[in-house]
């Protein structure tokens, strides 16, 4: 098989890649080794608003929108509550946001091989197999590969690119809830013995809940499952809510080094956690994710124009990563938080002004990620 583009990884990142190149007119093959786009799903799916304002996704694949984040302390006493004036975020349902998109990638041209795993690279072909690589082994010759294949990249390997190495492991349970005449919210809960390094989070927007902790994965006490489930038993932000039998269990690993600095090579590049196109304080990556698609279907695009070995060569992580230096040198801050007392005292600084001022600036405002 021939193609101009290979596309490993049926995400948002490698979703939007694929259809923007089909969309000018080039043959392009996306596989994913998920079975069904609706399944094994790792992201909690929020949105920002700066997403929301210039993206066209679907408004039926969107929950309410929220404007309360409440921050609590290690003991979750006098916790910090923040409303913005405008709408700041929206859970997307994934699974229908992903059959939506995938759809609309099919329609553009995008040929789709789900249940299909990359095997690696063999000369100058690419190698794909079943799922469980029972069905023997395709050849694929492809002018460039799309690595959208998560924050433990394949494609990076093969292609000598950086790979992430700063890592974060999250788990999180959804289940829907009951209306309520409560506001949506997004709770956050900084206590290190429960998410090391990161927040253990709730967020209620009045349709579901996403109960989650994140952390270092050498920092957890007794575990990331315990983690969650300790949390769980005392979350906030469900009043009178109770956990149902039948859940909806996400998780994986979170890069939170920032953009890397090699995302391209003559053969092909990276996009999304594969690029590590993640927020390194917040662990934001839907945004990074569909504008970093942007530029790299661009440069692809002028590359199989063009015809030059060093097309791809503007595609470059180090000079957007310039601008991650203040949420790295926080990223760092926050992995230090290593007791609950530490933590405690944090919120001291938190409840001034200037404290509630800084926390604005980063839940609300519109440095999520920068325009290529």
């Known amino acids: 098989m021939t193609v101009d583009v290979l596309v490993v990884g049926a995400g948002l990142a490698g979703l939007h890649t694929a259809t923007l190149l089909a969309q000018v007119g080039h043959d392009v093959l996306l596989v994913e080794r998920r079975p069904s786009l609706s399944g094994a799903i790792r992201t909690t799916g929020i949105f920002v608003r700066r997403t929301l304002d210039d993206f066209p996704l679907p408004p039926e694949c969107l929950g309410p929108p929220i404007r309360r984040v409440v921050l609590y302390p290690p003991g979750l006493h006098r916790p910090v509550t923040l409303v913005s004036a405008r709408d700041e975020y929206r859970v997307g349902d994934m699974a229908p946001l ?26 100058d072909t690419f190698l794909l197999a079943g799922r469980d690589g029972h069905d023997g082994q395709v050849r694929v010759r492809a002018r460039f590969v799309v690595g959208a294949d998560g924050a433990r990249s394949r494609v990076a390997r093969d292609l000598a690119l950086d790979r992430n190495h700063h890592l974060l492991v999250g788990a999180e349970e959804v289940f829907e809830i009951p209306s309520s005449k409560q506001p949506p919210a997004f709770h956050c809960v900084l206590d290190p013995s429960l998410a090391p390094g990161y927040l253990a989070w709730v967020v209620n927007d009045g349709r579901h809940a996403h109960v989650g902790v994140a952390g270092y994965a050498d920092r957890f006490p007794d575990g990331l499952r315990n983690a969650l489930e300790q949390f769980g038993a005392t979350a906030p932000g469900l009043p009178g809510i109770d956990r149902p ?100 005292t944090a919120f001291t600084l938190l409840r001034t002004p200037f404290g509630r001022a800084a926390a604005r600036r980063i839940l609300f405002g519109d440095g999520s990620f920068p325009d290529p």
């Not at 996009?271 to 993640?278: F, N």
């Open 98 to 123: 992903y059959v939506t998109a995938a759809r609309a990638a099919a329609d553009a041209g995008v040929r789709i091989a789900l249940g299909t795993r990359y095997a690696g690279r063999h000369a």
């Open 245 to 344: 039998e039948d859940v909806e269990r996400r998780g994986g690993p979170i890069p939170v080094g920032g953009l890397l600095r090699r995302i391209s090579s003559v053969d092909g590049l990276l996009v999304g956690d594969a690029a590590g196109a993640v927020s390194p304080l917040t662990a934001g990556g839907l945004d990074p994710c569909l504008r970093l698609s942007e530029l790299a279907a661009s440069a692809l695009d002028d590359a199989l124009r063009s015809g030059r070995p060093d097309a791809l060569s503007h595609y470059d992580g180090a000079a957007l990563r310039a601008r991650f230096r203040g949420r790295l040198m926080l990223r760092r801050g926050l992995a230090q938080v290593r007791t609950p007392a530490t933590a405690a």
